[in-house]
């Protein structure tokens, strides 16, 4: 198992639910590779979370914090999670 990171000062939580589970399997390496080579990677922990229940903007991801949800998650939206987590690390 997976050691959780305590020292992250935000987490990204990508729903594995049934509807979200595929699209956010992909998007999670994405995710680790990027915020790794922003230099972010010890400021920001990714877990896996069980069903959101905003099943219908399939796939979400939530930013914690300050609880931002990311519906419908995709690529495109990698980038604006990607500025908005580089925006609250240097707060
Ligand atoms: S499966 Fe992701 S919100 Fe329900």
């Known amino acids: 198992m997976k050691k959780a990171r305590l020292d ?10 049934e ?15 990027a915020l ?3 230099g972010l990677g010890d400021h920001v922990a990714l877990h896996e979370t069980a069903c ?3 099943c219908d ?16 998650a995709g690529k495109k939206s990698l980038e604006k999670i990607l500025r ?6 240097a707060e």
């Open 36 to 38: 790794a080579r922003e």
């Open 57 to 72: 903007n399939k796939a979400n991801i939530a930013l914690y914090p300050p609880g931002t949800v990311y519906g419908k």
């Open 8 to 17: 992250a000062s935000h987490c990204l939580l990508l729903c594995m639910g």
């Open 84 to 89: 908005d987590v580089t925006a609250r690390a």
């Open 52 to 54: 959101m229940h905003r």
């Open 19 to 33: 509807k979200c589970r595929k699209k956010n399997r992909k998007l999670k390496q994405e995710l680790a590779d």
